[in-house]
């Protein structure tokens, strides 16, 4: 048995001349939390429907459970799965909507009550079985759409953008709700969303994908510190990017040069002096020092150019070198107006390089 | 496995077959009808157990212009046509306009009364509309068989100008105001623009239905206001299927033509419209 | 400053609006209804007086409660047909398979055309030297001879099934294909075979639309009048029978037709009511969007 719940070996679909999935290969380990991460079009939901069966790649095999099941209809596949507009059944009581997965396995009446109860309040609603759909609130629809999915304790549980439907602050309890349910039962799950913090808070394991194509794949940890491309930085989080040069190579650093200024960052390994690199600083990790500071490693000077009050914080835009411009965010108890000189400190370690060119 | 299990489970299996075998018997049930008529109509000799005619001739339609007085019927129809239509329009210009845009209570229930005359079948208030036009004596006139195609043309003309009028935005004719135009002028150049493609369909439903209108025609016509669709039952009546295969082809070509002309502006499913809320 | 045209007077405009609407509704409609209804109560010929003589007449007649039947006969078949035809064509239909937009404009085309045109088409393809009979006696093995169509109860029904099934069918498919493709999925992703899915979930959310749909080919049934006309043969439904007293007789029996058209126009209420208060209740079991 390999650790690896679901696989999706060089899995391609294509509709016309757009790639959809593009010889994706993923491993989603047992047990664990993986989302798929990525704006609209870059064909996360085509590679979750290809899991549903939904969709049937045009090339590639998907296997789950260390089973072959690319030609397995949907029905028997035996996952669950949560919808966006959670896809109740209206006709249906909750009760009954819960109990269909049993109903169409042909369960005992009895059985079946008991564990759509046990469904139930596992999503904290018992006392609603005799509801209609419409009769409730969209955190609770949802909520009746897990129960549905986990009743027949499925081994791995789907989830396309559960919560985009649903209002900011009701979106984060049910965060929670969902990772310490999937977690308690011991679930696999995939989940889709283009909604970052989410991704962020909840997964095990993150897979960023652009245009049909995995970018990155990793913890959430990983892909905000250390994103392997120019599309997983600028997607995740703010970033700065700037374009330099290695000029030299100095054990665990190298210097960068970036337009007449020169940078120091760590090291990038298996490169070289002459490597054109992309450099990434995020907006909050810059220092905004004021233009008396004293000179040090990766210490520039700039002027403000744009002030933004955020509330809680301040976004600047600030020139620097020759026609250079970063975005930094700073604590809103110091202020700088513009036009104001400052100087700005680009700490070693928080400036990430990859090779670019 | 019983045998009708079985047999279903074959059934669904296959249903891709199925489903092509469905569709084309379908269209074959509903267009062999037309097909027999245009072949009929120009058929000769064809009185054996033949697929086709032996012969091809346009005697029968000759018949039908010289004989069977087809050209003055098709006047009676277009000049009731146009006398309903106008009436129609008329009446749904107006109407239309109120059900539209002015407060109205029981709106709903208004709209449900109007659509009564296609609802309850026309024969059982023709008699009642008879009785009056024999007093009246308007049987067996223009006049009189084009108000009789009223009532059943004139609902359609209500609802299609209703909803224009409805889907007429406030705010350009209150641009309109602030330009500075006054009443007539922002009629003119305002508003009737806009409604005129609703007050076109309306028309053209309208004539439409009174062209293909036949009960109230059968209660109210005389021999100066015979229209086609009771010409054609007349000829029904003579036994001549080759006549009235060729009156039923001239009758039906214009409505092909509108529906073609319709179906490639409009959805034809709003054909249907109307009458839903029931 | 208000605009011109919005006056204060804004019900009396509204009534001025309405007036023609009005006056057309009430002179070509209601009044003549009325002058049915009064017409159903007096004694034949006659100018004046009350009398309950031409229902008792038409009711008491076998003839006249056999015309009842056929009605609801031919209503009722064609109907139950219709739907029988339109719910598989409509499923079809929504899969938009190759060339769905064509079938979807041949679902229309009965709808357009003058019942008078249908059936005589319809006779002409179902006669003894039509194609139909021409196919079975000249391809078909083991048939010896023509198989009656026109003229009889069940082609008739047939009849009413072509030019009356659209408005089911039309209603059953916008039903469909308003309904969300997820819910299907889910289904599917619940261990729901494709056929478990249509009787589980498709069928029960669109049965309200296709009761209703089958209410208004229903009613077209009930009082269709130019078909059976020329095609019914001996077969004479209520509106036949009403138009038979007005022109076969002479003079032509106005009170009798009268009374048959009040007939006619109290069942179709009746049913209507009991099968939208079934429709009612079907619909508010199954869900209401």
Redesign the interface.
Known sequence: MTDAMIEFRDACKRYGTLVANDHLSLRIRRGELMTLLGPSGCGKTTALRCLTGYIRPDEGRIFIDDKDVTDVPTHQRELGMVFQNFALFPHLTVQDNVGFPLMIRNLPKDQRTKMAADALRLVRLEGYESHYPRQLSGGQQQRVGLARALVYRPKVLLLDEPLSNLDAKLREEMRFEIKELVTRLGITAVYVTHDQAEALALSDRVAIMNRGRLEQVGTPEEIYEQPQSRFVAEFIGLSNFLEGRIEAVDGATMRVTVGDLKLTAPALPQTGPGQRVLLFVRPNEIELLGPDAPAGENVFEARVEKVTYLGDMMDYRLAFGQGLALRVQGDAHRRFSPGSPVRLRLPRIRCWTITSG | MTLTRAYVRAL?DGRMIL??T??LS??L??????L??AL?SVGKG?F????LPPQLTLDWYRWAVEVGNIPEVMKNTLIIGIIATA?ST???I??G??FGR???PGKEVAMA??L??R??????????????FYTLELVDTYLGVA??H??VC?PYG?LVLSATFEGLDERV??AA?VCGA??IKRFFYVVLPLIMPGILASMIFTF?HSY?E??LT??TYGPNTVTL?VR??LA?GDGY?EI??AM?VI??IP??VI?AMI?RRAE??K??GG??G? | MTPHWRSHSGTLVTILLLLPALIGFFGLFFYPMLLTVFLSFRPEGQVTGWTLENYARFLSDPDGRWVILLTFILALGSTALSILLSVPLALILREKVRGHQFYRLIVLVPLVIPGLIGALGLLLFWGVRGWFNLFLTQLVPFVTGPVAVNYTLHGLIMFYVWLYFPYTCVTTLSSLESLDRSIEEAGAVSGATRWQVLRHIVLPLITPAILAGSVLTFMAAFGAFSVPLIAGGNYRPLSVEIYKEISVFIPARWSAASAIAMVMGAMQVIFLSLYMRYVRRAGGAGGIR
């Open positions: 669904w489903g092509y469905l569709l379908l269209t049930f509903i267009v062999a009808p037309f027999m008529i009929r064809w054996y157990r033949l697929w009436i008329v009446i749904g107006f109407a306009w109120a002015r407060q109205m009364v109007i009564l005359p609802m309850i079948p026309p024969i059982t208030y023709a008699l009642g509309v008879a009785k009056i108000l009789a009223v009532s004139a209500i004719l209150e105001d006054n009443t439409t293909n036949f009960t059968l209660l669709p054609t039952y029904v299927w009235t295969s039923a009758m039906v409505s092909l529906l179906q034809p499913e054909l249907v009458f839903k029931v």
